[in-house]
């Protein structure tokens, strides 16, 4: 019917499923950003208990964008690393808006290094906008900090388990997130570069925000359907923000699910499997045949009902 | 109401869709091969002579992936590997235009499948596995075929012990294939893990410019990290610190003279001596033990017949190959 309808209304029609399915991208962005989601305290507060807080890359600095401690989580000690916003102007600004610096990465690769030492499971909970763009940070190796961060990760003999709670903003993001399991919320968002990035880039107009984001699809389920990550975490009904307590306690399931998964695998194919795991990532032609595609069985219990 | 307050905007897009974009004030456009510095210039085939370095200034002009290869390699040894890759679309991205047009044009332009090419080939008589970045393919931006090139490069490397040299140059992830595009970063750097664990040497060249996802994952991993003079090699963009931090930037803001100065790099070295160059560091990287090394430090056991295949691979390469001056001891 469709093909019948003369050009300009095909187009207009074309334009108006666009224009829907762009809100409810931006919609996502907003609440993946929104002011009073929880962030990775608020999540360390209710999943584990005698929680105590690491400081410190031991050469000089504590990036406070992340955090990081050791808790009891449901019988098992496992470390925490995270990246952390501010909520009012003046922790935000003390925050750095949750863009670590190169000894931010420094401070997480010390604690994986703590935890693999002394047998603890890691938890990755991954909020921030990318890491921070300064004269400083460049001087100080902020790629090199990136890429020794993941490296670090992938060689951990302990099970490891990333959770997109809210903003997944590129290199800064993923530098905590090349784990066994990765898990995102249903709310969170993941990408390359930022919307307004892209729109600046590809359209030379940061207005064009939106349609970055609809284009790029930065959203949970996307993520999911591309295999990047393994689990979309349900979220109360309005965001996590609504009931903190309750996304927590879905959140800690998840992660528990999760660890017996990991656990299930022989401990010393671990290594290898975390590296086949992002060695599959990518869908390209080859010899002009589609290769990388994934195929979910469509889990029910990895994806939330929409 | 809201509906047709709807469709007016759209009417309105449409018709800026027609007129020509405003472009930002550009600069003045120079011909490619005059010097943007001294603004000598060149014949094609003058500047590829001089390994398009300019004689008056020294001002490197870029270089294509497949001119690099001719570069560095010897003549003759090169033998490519992954060639039947291309980009596909997952996103069904549109920008401006949509990603598969971008790619057609791309591929006309180059003569490049994507933005990486990848082969053995032996330097100044070292065999090893060499990858180079091709800038003008959409600014040598790295996806899926880019990180599958590398993660295979890397494997060959791997699996034969014979070192890896990367000659690196892009902006960064693409972002047509966003999140994909991200985790190439990911893989890549599992791709070095492997190869590190193997005991296997890489060196990664940074040529103008290696900035956001590839100098953040397997290009800052070298064992050896070289960088080209005036490369370059921030993280994030120029442009996005300066809006960001709203500082005035240093004159040499990210430059490969400012990572040398403040330890991010082994050394700049110039084209002309780039070869040599690779080759002294692949001679000495032949002197190691070939053992390769768990991550606690201790000497694992070597794969089974490692030597054996290095030493045949050695040989077939120098017999195979009569432009191959010399070899290791």
């Known amino acids: ?306 | 109401v809201a509906r047709d307050e709807e469709t007016e905007d759209i009417q309105v897009e449409v018709e800026r869709e027609e007129t020509p974009r405003e472009q930002p004030p550009a600069r003045a456009k120079l011909h490619p091969n005059t010097c943007p510095v001294c603004k000598s210039h060149y014949r094609e085939d003058e500047l590829r002579a001089v390994l398009r370095v300019c004689t008056v200034c020294g001002h490197h002009f870029p270089v294509g992936a497949e001119e690099r290869v001719d570069q560095l390699a010897d003549p003759g040894s090169f033998r490519p590997l992954a060639e039947g890759l291309r980009s596909a679309d997952p996103l069904a991205f549109t920008d401006l235009r949509p990603y598969t047009e971008r790619l057609s044009e791309a591929e006309v332009a180059t003569g490049l499948g994507d933005a990486m090419v990848a082969g053995t080939a032996t330097v100044a008589g070292m065999p090893c596995v060499l990858c180079t970045m091709d800038f003008t393919f959409m600014g040598g931006s790295m996806g899926s075929v880019v990180g599958e090139i590398f993660t295979r490069a890397s494997d060959v490397a791997a699996e034969r012990g014979i070192p890896l040299v990367s000659v690196t140059s892009s902006g960064g992830a693409r972002m047509q294939e966003n999140i994909l595009a991200l985790m190439q970063m990911a893989k890549t750097v599992c791709a070095v893990d492997l190869l590190q664990e193997s005991g296997v040497p890489y060196i990664s060249v940074l040529a103008h410019p290696t900035t956001g996802g590839v100098i953040a994952s397997f290009a800052a991993l070298g064992d050896f990290v070289v960088s080209e003079p005036g490369a370059l090699l921030s993280f994030a963009g120029p442009r996005v610190v300066q809006e960001t931090t709203r500082e005035t930037l240093p004159a040499d803001f990210g430059r490969a003279e400012s990572s040398f100065e403040h330890g991010l790099i082994d050394a700049v070295v110039t084209r002309h001596d780039l070869k040599p160059k690779l080759g002294q560091i692949l001679r000495l990287c032949a002197g190691g033990t070939l053992v390769p090394m768990e991550p606690n430090g201790d000497a694992a056991v070597p794969p089974p017949g490692i030597v054996a295949r290095v030493m045949r691979f050695l040989r077939s390469s120098q017999h195979g190959d009569p432009h191959t001056n010399g070899g290791p001891a």
Not at chain 1, 174 to 201: F, K, N, Q, W
Not at chain 1, 231 to 244: F, I, K, L, M, Q
Not at chain 1, 246 to 270: H, K, M, N, T
């Open chain 1, 1 to 306: 019917v469709n093909s019948r309808l003369p050009t300009p209304f095909r187009g207009l029609r074309r334009r108006l499923a666009e224009r829907a399915a762009e809100s409810d991208i931006w919609e996502a962005v907003e609440l993946a950003r929104h002011d009073s989601r929880p962030y990775t305290l608020d999540y360390a507060d209710r999943l584990v208990d005698d929680w105590i807080e690491l400081h410190g890359d031991r050469a000089g600095t504590d990036d406070h964008a992340i955090v990081s401690g050791v808790g009891s989580f449901r019988g098992r000690t496992i470390a925490i690393v995270g990246h952390q916003k501010g909520r009012d102007l003046k922790e935000r600004a003390f925050r750095n808006f949750g863009m670590a610096q190169p000894q931010g990465y420094a401070k997480a690769r010390r604690v994986f290094a703590l935890a693999d030492r002394l047998g603890f499971p890691v938890v990755t909970m991954i909020d921030t906008p990318g890491a921070y763009p300064g004269v400083e940070s460049e001087q100080g190796g902020q790629a090199a900090a990136i890429a020794q961060s993941m490296l670090a990760m992938t060689r951990l003999r302990v099970p490891t388990v990333a959770c997109v709670i809210g903003e997944g903003g590129s290199g800064g993001a993923l530098a905590i997130g090349v784990t066994d399991r990765v898990l995102m919320l249903e709310h969170a968002i993941y990408s390359v570069i930022s919307p307004e990035g892209c729109a600046t880039i590809l359209w030379r107009d940061v207005n064009q925000r939106r349609k970055a984001a609809a284009a790029f699809k930065p959203t949970a389920r996307f993520s999911y359907e591309l295999g990047v990550v393994d689990t979309v975490v349900a979220e109360p009904s309005g965001g996590a923000h609504r009931d903190v307590d309750r996304a927590a306690r879905l959140l800690g399931d998840a992660i528990a699910l999760a660890f017996d998964s990991i656990e299930a695998e022989p401990v010393e194919q671990r290594r290898a499997l975390r590296r086949a795991k992002f060695r599959r990532m990518g869908v390209w032609l080859e010899d002009g045949v589609l290769v990388g595609e994934k195929e979910h069985d469509h889990d029910p219990a990895a994806l939330p009902p929409e």
